[in-house]
């Protein structure tokens, strides 16, 4: 959801949203939300994430993204937010809608000539949650040009684009279970588990405050 500054300084509660400068995070069973400024475009951007959404109810199934006009199933479902989240859905009029998903875990990203291998998210798509998606791409592109930079003749090729898998899937894996996990800690249900997490992002937020820093996400 993209709301102008002009509709964002209206609300007193808004209007606070918009002038505080940090990522801004709320948490729910099921829900979170992730929202910041963006002032060179006088905009405040805020993705509402449903964990529990099924495909089911939704008459557009097959479809990556689209845009929406009418807002009243996401109104309800985040009503009981912040009262400053509700205020900004009701005063928004659409909203783009994207589906989440990671791709099936490959057997090998190499052709078994080695001829042909596969980068981002084309053999390792995941889940937004870690915030590396692209990243992961990047890194994938600065591996294999370093191995590369290492060939002497054509028939090096099949040897060190096995090298890039055998150097890149390890980490990918584990930023990819990363994101599952934050994902998950995300959206813990009321209890022991969601306690211990506030608890812990409370705590390294006032440490971060405590030493002048500025804290990862907003209070």
């Given at each position: 959801?993209?709301?102008?500054?002009?509709?964002?300084?209206?609300?007193?509660?808004?209007?606070?949203?918009?002038?505080?400068?940090?990522?801004?995070?709320?948490?729910?069973?099921?829900?979170h939300s992730i929202a910041?400024?963006?002032?060179?475009?006088?905009?405040?951007?805020?993705?509402?994430?449903?964990?529990?959404?099924?495909?089911?109810?939704?008459?557009?199934?097959?479809?990556?993204?689209?845009?929406?006009?009418?807002?009243?199933?996401?109104?309800?479902?985040?009503?009981?937010?912040?009262?400053?989240?509700?205020?900004?859905?009701?005063?928004?009029?659409?909203?783009?809608?994207?589906?989440?998903?990671e791709s099936a875990a490959?057997?090998?990203?190499?052709?078994?000539?080695?001829?042909?291998?596969?980068?981002?998210?084309?053999?390792?798509?995941?889940?937004?949650?870690?915030?590396?998606?692209?990243?992961?791409?990047?890194?994938?592109?600065?591996?294999?040009?370093?191995?590369?930079?290492?060939?002497?003749?054509?028939?090096?090729?099949?040897?060190?684009?096995?090298?890039?898998?055998?150097?890149?899937?390890?980490?990918?894996?584990?930023?990819r279970a990363y994101a599952?996990?934050?994902?998950?800690?995300?959206?813990?249900?009321?209890?022991?588990?969601?306690?211990?997490?506030?608890?812990?992002?409370?705590?390294?937020?006032?440490?971060?405050?405590?030493?002048?820093?500025?804290?990862?996400?907003?209070?």
């Open positions: 959801i993209l709301l102008p500054s002009s509709a964002m300084n209206g609300n007193p509660l808004t209007k606070q949203l918009y002038e505080d400068p940090s990522l801004q995070l709320w948490l729910a069973p099921g829900r910041t400024a963006v002032p060179r475009r006088n905009e405040y951007d805020m993705q509402m994430t449903d964990h529990e959404y099924g495909f089911e109810p939704d008459g557009s199934v097959g479809t990556w993204n689209e845009r929406i006009t009418n807002l009243d199933w996401l109104r309800d479902r985040f009503k009981d937010f912040d009262t400053a989240i509700v205020t900004i859905l009701a005063k928004a009029t659409s909203c783009w809608k994207w589906r989440l998903a490959l057997p090998s990203w190499t052709s078994e000539s080695g001829t042909v291998v596969l980068l981002g998210d084309s053999c390792h798509a995941m889940l937004p949650f870690a915030g590396q998606g692209a990243a992961q791409c990047i890194e994938d592109a600065a591996v294999l040009s370093e191995l590369l930079a290492q060939t002497s003749s054509i028939n090096d090729i099949p040897r060190l684009t096995r090298k890039y898998e055998e150097l890149r899937k390890p980490r990918v894996e584990r930023v599952r996990t934050n994902g998950e800690n995300y959206t813990l249900p009321d209890g022991v588990e969601q306690k211990r997490r506030d608890g812990i992002l409370k705590t390294s937020a006032r440490e971060v405050a405590e030493k002048g820093g500025k804290t990862p996400f907003g209070d």
